[in-house]
Structure formats: structure tokens, C-alpha cells
């Protein structure tokens, strides 16, 4: 196959194969190396992650099925509202004034419960408690080991919390009480972001089965958040 016939289409199909493989350990390191191994023209437009995306799901569907995919996804929202869920106990017992700031909330993808090809939760955290304080209530929550470094955003220099499960990688930002953040925009380019609190997050789980108030289900395989 040539080159020139190579579309960017292929480049994310073959770019995906590499990722779910191991043999790429980013999304971009994925369609540099379906670039070399296709021997496409380098001029060709890299795909989208709307491409991407859409081959991860048809990728996993073909392997595992549809429903398994959904129940994936089912039990990522879960443990995305438990990790709100401790970070709301954490402030209430740290946080004097929590109730004067929006409630932590998870932006981006994560808030339209979309989680293929790369599953990443990004959440914000409106507080002056610590971020170690933070971390420490995730880990001791059942999380993991956490970690609290500096990321440069358009408003400064802010902590995040990372983590990782065998779901998704969670990057949670603590934002000081005075901070101008806007909620409605990212904090590195400044573009429009979805975002949603607990209840707002909550609202996306009927989608994939039959869960109640108490965000539990009787038939799910995965057990219910901590």
C-alpha cells in the first residue's frame, strides 16, 4: 500500500490498534508510530480525536461487545461520583466555608461520560484546604497512591491531584477560594467546557442501566462505590 493512499482515517484505526496493544503509551506516540509502520506520506492530516475515539469504541465493541463497553463506561461515571463524593465529605469536615463555593464538579469528557480511547476524569476542587489534604482523604478513600504537583494554567500556577485506577486516570485541580477561575472554560486554552457537579453526573447513569438514587445496581458485575 502507498503512502498517498494512506488516509487519516487508517492512521487513527491502525494508531488505535497500537495503543489498546501497549506498544504506544500515548495517544500522539500511537499515531506517530501507525504513521511509520503505514509508511504514509508525513504531509497526511493527522486524525482527530473524533476519529480516534470512534474507532476505540468500534475496537472494544468488536471485542467485547457493546454491552460490556456500556458497563465500562457505567462503572467509570460510578467511580467518578464516588471520588466527588469523598472530596464533598473532605470539605465538609476541612472546609468551614464550603458551602459558599460551587461543589466540586468534573469538566470535559468526563462530564458527557465519555471515555474511550484515553479514559481521564478532570475534576476541580473550589477550596483553601490543602491539597494534600486532599489526597490523603482519596488514598486513605481506597484511590491509590496519590500525587500533588504545579501545572501552569491561564490563571497561574495551581496544584493538581493525580491518580490512576484500572478505569481512568483522574488529573483534580484545587482552585483557591479567590482564584478568577471561570468555571464555564478550560484552564489552558480558555475554550468552552462542559462540567458537572454530583447531581448533574448522577443524572447521565439511567442512560446505561437501571440505577437508583443511591447510585447502585442490582444485576451490575462491579461493586458499588465506596
Known sequence: MSGDRISSDEIARLAVRALVSGRAESVDEAIDRAVVESRADPRTQRPTRAQLRAHAQALEESETGDLARLLRIEATLREALSVLSVLEETLIV???????????????????????????????????????????????????????????????????????????????????????????????????????????????????GNIDRGVRQADSPFPPPR
Do not use: W
Open 94 to 208: 476541612h472546609d468551614r466555608d464550603f458551602a459558599d463555593h460551587a461543589a466540586p464538579a468534573v469538566y470535559g469528557r468526563a462530564a458527557r461520560g465519555e471515555f474511550d480511547l484515553d479514559p481521564a476524569v478532570h475534576a476541580r476542587v473550589v477550596t483553601a484546604v490543602p491539597s494534600h489534604t486532599l489526597a490523603q482523604a482519596l488514598g486513605d478513600a481506597g484511590f491509590g497512591e496519590t500525587e500533588v504537583h504545579a501545572i501552569e494554567t491561564r490563571y497561574g500556577c495551581l496544584d493538581e491531584i493525580t491518580f490512576a485506577t484500572e478505569l481512568a486516570q483522574y488529573h483534580i485541580v484545587r482552585v483557591p477560594p479567590r482564584a478568577p477561575v471561570d468555571p464555564r472554560v478550560d484552564l489552558i486554552r480558555g475554550r468552552p467546557i462542559d462540567h458537572a457537579d454530583f447531581e448533574a453526573l448522577l443524572g447521565r447513569l439511567p442512560r446505561f
